[in-house]
């Protein structure tokens, strides 16, 4: 009859738990009661079979960590945000710095919403930003569910941006004073860690600016790139199909490179990452290195083949006038305008190029047909000298071009040449509205670099206050057809464009003098 206490113990202990779930084990423990005598051996077996409560997880409670504690005890010591600072800057740092700083888009909405419930005077001593509002209405106002509130909620305090102040039935309620609108005693949701964010969220905010600079260079960097290498395949492809004049490349390393930049001409989207971009930076850089190797050994072998050409078989069929005109343009009289001590001169380069294409290309055909082609050349030759394109310097280029084309140039640490004036000037052509044909006829009529002259002209009539042109397409293919009759002089309108510029900044100068004396 010592089993009856042992009955009365269980009966008595499952009166005062609160464990319902434990009764599933009550018949159980009671037929161990009646078959152990000993109430020592009842008292283990009990312990054994897990009667006594779990508090690892407490209805309605809420676990404790350390974080937590540390929360809580931040909150104790608010003593209010700094001079100048309001919680907005706060909400604002958070929404610059976003997923930097482990901040989602919902995340941010709902700190947003929960900052509108706060006042200054919340933020200041002695005072607490607590949210007190139901997670029922939250969730209504939000258009969730109370679990993604409450799965928001874990997440912004996992971030160190919000904790809880919890009532005693972890119901969320307050009053606020009706004359000073202090808080007089509210549960729920703080937001005083947010103040102790400032500073993490701001060296975040630091690093993601230093990010996106970076990843904005490397996609300017691309772009750049992209525009080059277009540019000569545009140039190569147009050479190779319908003049031969100019850069070209064979049939199959033109499908190769075209096909090469198919592959790395993908869309730049903000998803991609900084490494990946820079990957895609490199293989731009280095199909542009092949391409530019491409066009310098061309050029270099067109300027060597014009240069073994003697002169004087190709002047035998000129006129006593063209004769003196030539030797007008000596090297004596080409060092007194040059202000560059770079050789050879813009004629030496652009108009023997030209010359030795035209020449090439006669070469091809049968004899009568390459004597017509010398002719030809001799008198583009001719058309040429007569704009004196000899006379300008790439110095004097530079001074005369706008900034719009100024930022066309590469910017690669390396001495200018004719062939980067002639690439920006070509880039240059959509904006003006200059089209393909009109450029393509200006190259075989003044060469490459005199088309790019005009183009430069062009682009300073369209930016000049008095007189502007409406029509810069139309302009240049009026100084074109201007160069066919021998009236176009590119070399007046250099030197006029620069006198004007000194009188200009003479004039400036004066002025700024006159009021400074008086």
Not at 324 to 330: A, E, F, G, L, S
Not at 475 to 490: E, H, I, P, Q
């Amino acid at each position: 009859m010592k089993a009856i206490p042992s009955l009365k113990f269980l009966i008595t202990w499952y009166r005062y738990s609160n464990r319902v779930a434990s009764l599933n084990r009550l018949p159980q423990t009671l037929f161990c009661g009646l078959i152990h005598s000993n109430t020592e051996t009842l008292r283990y077996h009990i312990m054994q079979t897990h009667i006594f409560p779990d508090m690892t997880t407490p209805g309605g409670g809420r676990i404790a960590s350390p974080k937590l504690r540390q929360s809580i005890e931040q909150c104790e010591d608010f003593a209010g945000l700094e001079e100048n600072v309001n919680r907005y800057d706060l909400l604002l740092l958070v929404k610059r710095a976003g997923k930097a700083a482990g901040f989602s888009p919902r995340m941010i909405s709902l700190l947003d919403y929960y900052m509108s419930f706060t006042r200054d005077i919340d933020w200041e001593e002695g005072s607490r930003p607590i949210v007190y509002q139901s997670l029922a209405k939250t969730a209504l106002d939000m258009g969730v569910s109370e679990r993604q509130i409450q799965i928001l909620e874990k997440q912004l305090f996992e971030v160190g941006a919000l904790t809880w102040h919890d009532s005693g039935n972890h119901r969320r309620y307050g009053q606020r004073c009706e004359e000073t609108g202090q808080i007089l005693f509210a549960y729920g949701a703080e937001l005083t860690p947010l103040a102790y964010l400032k500073a993490e969220l701001q060296d975040k905010l630091h690093e993601k600016q230093l990010y996106d600079k970076a990843w904005m260079e490397t996609k300017r960097q691309i772009s750049y790139y992209r525009r080059q290498i277009r540019a000569i395949l545009l140039e190569a492809e147009s050479g190779a199909g319908e003049s031969e004049d100019g850069f070209t490349l064979d049939e199959a390393e033109l499908i190769d490179f075209c096909g090469r930049y198919e592959q790395i001409a993908v869309s730049i989207r903000t998803y991609m990452d900084l490494i990946a971009l820079r990957e895609l930076l490199d293989k731009h850089k280095h199909l542009h290195e092949m391409l530019s190797a491409k066009v310098a050994e061309h050029d270099q072998k067109a300027l060597k083949s014009a240069n073994n050409t003697k002169l004087s078989e190709k002047d035998s069929s000129r006129d006593e006038s063209n004769d003196v005109h030539y030797k007008y343009t000596n090297k004596k009289q080409l060092n007194k305008l040059s202000t560059s001590r770079t050789s050879p001169s813009f004629l030496q380069e652009g108009v023997a190029d030209h010359s030795q294409r035209q020449f090439d290309i006669g070469a091809k055909g049968e004899g009568s047909k390459r004597h017509e082609r010398e002719e030809e050349s001799s008198d583009d030759q001719s058309t040429i000298l007569s704009t004196g394109l000899q006379h300008i310097t790439l110095k004097q280029l530079l001074n005369i071009s706008s900034d719009r084309l100024k930022a066309q140039l590469p910017v690669e640490p390396r001495p200018m040449n004719a062939s980067d004036f002639v690439e920006a000037a070509y880039r240059l052509n959509r904006t003006l509205g200059i089209s393909q044909n009109s450029w393509g006829h200006a190259c075989m009529t003044l060469s490459r670099i005199g088309a790019a002259v005009c183009v430069i002209l062009t682009d300073q009539a369209n930016l000049r206050e008095e007189n502007r042109v409406m029509k810069p397409g139309a302009y240049f293919n009026t100084m074109v057809n201007r160069a066919k009759s021998g009236d176009l002089k590119l070399h007046k309108s250099v030197m006029g464009m620069i006198r004007r510029a000194n009188d200009i900044e003479l004039n400036d100068n004066l002025d700024q003098r006159q009021r400074y004396e008086h």
